[in-house]
T-cell receptor, first 112, second 113 residues
Framework: SQTIHQWPATLVQPVGSPLSLECTVE??????LYWYRQAAGRGLQLLFY??????ISSEVPQNLSASRPQDRQFILSSKKLLLSDSGFYLC???????????FGQGTRLTVV | GESVGLHLPTLSVQEGDNSIINCAYS??????FIWYKQESGKGPQFIID?????DKRQGQRVTVLLNKTVKHLSLQIAATQPGDSAVYFC????????????FGKGTSLLVTP
């Protein structure tokens, strides 16, 4: 079965500091990969998705960026965090040709 | 814009009762729907899915009903247990939209003893 590994589980960062969240996939190759953000009491907002190495699509303009340096590695970054970047970040993957996503356990980011 | 939404943000049921969580969607091009369960502080977990060529699908203690006429989706949980307490999301995959699912806001299910 496919597994998403995501770390760290929680992170507290000061405003203006950089960010790097890493996500890796096990159990499949060439997956589609996604970064979602979830605000408290809200649904999941798609931030980025990737269909292959070096291929990133952004869904919303923001202070964040994503990269996919390897097939099973997906990174969410920021050069300077804002207070509004606080939230629960989820990495997800899906198999080729199948829309259902499998999720990591998430990272709770608090920008102070 | 078109979106997936839920009728009720919270639902409280007694242990042993059946639960029904509803979801309305507005994109008539959606051809695939999924229900996810998210426990506090964790990532969503797949529960059950249904394609638009079906109107009902059953799993273990769960049933998903799809009414394309009124663009309504429901998740029924039989004999609800305390472990079912979580937030439930419906998600759609509009045909031809690409790869990512579109999620609703979620319904919080609280099971009381």
């Amino acid at each position: 079965s496919q597994t998403i590994h995501q770390w760290p589980a929680t992170l507290v960062q000061p405003v203006g500091s950089p960010l790097s969240l890493e996500c890796t996939v096990e159990g499949t190759s060439n997956p589609n990969l996604y970064w979602y953000r979830q605000a408290a009491g809200r649904g999941l907002q798609l931030l980025f998705y990737s269909v292959g190495i070096g291929q990133i699509s952004s869904e919303v303009p923001q202070n964040l960026s994503a990269s996919r340096p390897q097939d099973r590695q997906f990174i969410l970054s920021s050069k300077k965090l804002l207070l509004s970047d606080s939230g629960f970040y989820l990495c997800a993957g899906s198999l080729r040709g199948r829309p259902e996503a499998f999720f990591g356990q998430g990272t709770r980011l608090t920008v102070v | 814009g078109e979106s997936v939404g839920l009728h009720l943000p919270t639902l409280s049921v007694q242990e042993g009762d059946n639960s029904i969580i509803n979801c309305a969607y507005s994109n008539s091009a959606s051809d695939y729907f999924i229900w996810y369960k998210q426990e506090s502080g964790k990532g969503p977990q797949f529960i059950i899915d249904i394609r638009s060529n079906m109107d009902k699908r059953q799993g273990q203690r769960v049933t998903v009903l799809l009414n394309k006429t009124v663009k309504h989706l429901s998740l029924q949980i039989a004999a609800t247990q305390p472990g079912d307490s979580a937030v439930y999301f419906c998600a759609e995959n509009p045909l031809g939209s690409g790869y990512a699912l579109n999620f609703g806001k979620g319904t919080s299910l609280l099971v009381t003893p």
